[in-house]
């Protein structure tokens, strides 16, 4: 009992051992982390992915064991056994000793098992397009993910600029309160402005840490937070929108949710098949072969036949099945026609969704423009000394940046769900990795 206690905890130990050394095994993020390298690691092990590959495993064993069914079973009987017949008057016991190989197998059920099959294998198609549903969803979250570190940089480059451009007026207004110039609410009404840009700094550098750990959490690297991303080079906004009718067309045909309840209702309907079949005949098949340490009249040394089960009363228990099955395609239905009205409201809301984005991306862009231009006239006003609001032009542009990022970020997560929803798989949309940003 020791010894097993010893072994034990020897195995916990070396068990716990190994895990550490998988944990400081896993690959660290690159630095730049690109958009590509991240989607790269939609299949590594997460456990949304996991929780499928289980479900397809188990499908898969059951598959198996329906296989097995049919199969042949071979198995060896021996017996040691001594006996004292009435035939013999000196009393003596004879050995009357046995070894049989039986070989059995099901010659025919009446469809039962080849309908458990299709079932089964209907069932693991509709788990391989949930796989696919679940990898698209993966996918567009890494790129929120990713895009939202991205906007949070970009708010933080914009508040710190906002938040230098504020310490230098309330500098500049004290220094006119001390000549007398200025009023003391006028400095107060700008230190509240500084102390409320200078909270929205601290806040932009919260999300900026809040969104890099949800990123790494999503890659399956917690705790990995990843310092600098490279700004990808997006091409959604080139794409032309389909026609409403050919985009629902497609989804209607290739959408992952619903050709997996498809899966799901032909796999009810070949399980009621199975459970109707419970009450046809069964036709088995059986070889015996034996030897004996006695030889006996009644001893065959082989035997091989065929044996025929017709069933006469069930008590009802087919009809139950039957039902039970039946409910749960009632519900399959149910489920598919919810998950297609469902598909029709989400792709029409994708389609509007893109008209508005594709408008909005005209609209910032036009003014980023803008203030590009009025940055660089008040540079040059600076210069000539005409005026001071070089500070808040910059910080006007990096808001129109920001703005222009934010609506091409939206413009790819919605092109990423479009395709999702139309069981489109294609890559396109990301050109290259751009500039570095930390």
Known sequence: MKRLTLCSAVLCLHAAGFREVSAQD?????QPLQLEYALSLIDADHPDLMAEKAAQEQLTATLQGIDAS????ISAEARARWVDPPTVDNGDVVEDHKLSLYV???????????????AAQQASLGREQYYQAVQDKRRI???????????????YGRDNEALAVAYIALDRLRDRQELGQASDIAVLEKEAEYQRVRYQLAQSQTRQRATRARLAHLLNRPGMLPSELSKPRLDYAQRELPVYEVMLEQAMRANPEILALQSELMATHRRIDAARAEQRPRLDGELEASAYSRELGSYDRWRAGVTLQVPIYNGGRVDAAVAGERAQQ?????????????????VLELWLELQNLQLQRDRAYSEQDYRELYLDRSRANYEMEFTADLGDAMVRLSEAQLGLAQVDYQLAIAWERLNALTGNNSEEGIVAAGEIVE
Do not use: C, H, N, W
């Not at 239905?333 to 029709?344: F, I, M, N, P, T």
């Open 26 to 30: 896993i690959e660290p993020l690159p």
């Open 70 to 73: 049919t199969a042949l079973d």
């Open 141 to 155: 979250a890494i790129m929120q993910a990713f895009f939202d570190v991205l906007l949070s940089d970009m708010e």
């Open 104 to 118: 059995r197998k099901p010659l025919y059920d009446f469809g039962r098992t080849d309908a458990l099959r299709q």
């Open 330 to 346: 009632y519900a399959v239905q149910a489920r598919l026609e919810q998950a297609r009205l469902d598909l029709r409201e989400s």
